[in-house]
């Protein structure tokens, strides 16, 4: 009985400590903040990058998206991507 307690214990904080940092980890992943830790140095830069982003809703947002060179407002729902408008300037607001 007292080796059970014993084991108890010992195990009991760590698999409650290995939980308590699998929902921090996952709370990171999900917020984004992981994105630069994970990226490596030598990855490519990516050709597509989100300006900013609204929701409307629990599964709608409007997105405004950078991709060669082009400013693109786009709606981003369950069903897919759809392209709303694009600037007619380049992407640097001229």
Same mark, same amino acid.
């Given at each position: 009985m007292a080796a059970y307690?014993?084991?108890l214990l010992i195990m009991l904080p760590l698999?409650?400590?290995l939980a308590w940092g699998a929902l921090w980890l996952g709370r990171r992943a999900q917020s984004g903040q992981l994105a630069g830790w994970m $990226?490596? =140095?030598?990855?490519?830069v990516a050709?597509?990058?989100v300006v900013?982003?609204?929701?409307l809703g629990i599964a709608?947002?409007?997105a405004v998206v950078e991709f060669d060179g082009r400013t693109l407002l786009?709606?981003?729902?369950?069903q897919g991507v759809t392209p709303i $408008?694009? =600037?007619r300037g380049a992407a640097d607001g001229a």
């Open positions: 307690l014993l084991k698999v409650g400590a $990226a490596r =140095a030598d990855a490519p050709a597509v990058r900013d982003a609204v929701p709608a947002r409007l786009i709606a981003v729902t369950k $408008a694009a =600037a």
